[in-house]
T-cell receptor, first 114, second 113 residues
Framework: AQSVAQPEDQVNVAEGNPLTVKCTYS??????LFWYVQYPNRGLQFLLK??????LVKGSYGFEAEFNKSQTSFHLKKPSALVSDSALYFC????????????FGSGTRLSIRP | DVKVTQSSRYLVKRTGEKVFLECVQD?????MFWYRQDPGLGLRLIYF???????EKGDIPEGYSVSREKKERFSLILESASTNQTSMYLC????????????FGPGTRLTVL
């Protein structure tokens, strides 16, 4: 079965420190990979995606993600965390076809302390 | 900017009631989706539609139906609401089917008593 795993329910980081939110996937072929963020009382917002090409993808708000095919991972990173980055983050994957079904991970709550 | 709107932010219904959740997008997107979001389970796809009057079952379609009579509107219907359908419901749309960004509405928090 196709799946996306986010092994950490919560990640706590001090402001100014680098952050990593982990994601691994089990999807056949060469999947499209996404990160979305959900701020309190709001819908999901797109952060970045990997389709093909450079393994390091840059997105909104200074976030980036590294695609690693051998480890089937797509970890989200930011060099210097802000308190305003505190939110719920979702990793998602989609098979590389015309299929539009996306598989979401269970989410990781990121908490940045001042 | 793409805008996806949902008819209600909060809804309280009684067991057995028929419930309609409406979603409208203003960017002429072909694809529309309904998800439910539950803590620790992430987003689970209920139904999606890739064209007017077309629909496909997602991962958890039981107890739900959908309607897409116009391109911009995608409705989720709970034929007979049950307490285990208490959840956050998110609507989304995308232009393309593969590899495209999905744009989400603000969500409807449904409570079934």
């Amino acid at each position: 079965a196709q799946s996306v795993a986010q092994p950490e329910d919560q990640v706590n980081v001090a402001e100014g420190n680098p952050l990593t939110v982990k994601c691994t996937y089990s999807v056949s072929g060469n999947p499209y990979l996404f990160w979305y963020v959900q701020y309190p009382n709001r819908g999901l917002q797109f952060l970045l995606k990997y389709i093909t090409g450079d393994n390091l993808v840059k997105g909104s708000y200074g976030f980036e993600a590294e695609f690693n095919k051998s480890q089937t991972s797509f970890h989200l990173k930011k060099p210097s965390a802000l308190v305003s980055d505190s939110a719920l983050y979702f990793c998602a994957a989609q098979r590389d076809s015309s299929a539009s079904k996306i598989i979401f991970g269970s989410g990781t709550r990121l908490s940045i302390r001042p | 900017d793409v805008k996806v709107t949902q008819s209600s932010r909060y809804l309280v219904k009684r067991t057995g009631e028929k419930v309609f959740l409406e979603c409208v997008q203003d960017m002429d997107h072909e694809n529309m989706f309904w998800y439910r979001q539950d803590p620790g389970l992430g987003l689970r796809l209920i139904y999606f539609s890739y064209d007017v009057k077309m629909k496909e079952k997602g991962d958890i379609p039981e107890g739900y139906s959908v309607s897409r009579e116009k391109k911009e509107r995608f409705s989720l219907i709970l034929e007979s609401a049950s307490t285990n359908q208490t959840s956050m419901y998110l609507c989304a749309s995308s232009l393309l089917a593969g590899g495209d960004t999905q744009y989400f509405g603000p969500g409807t928090r449904l409570t079934v008593l």
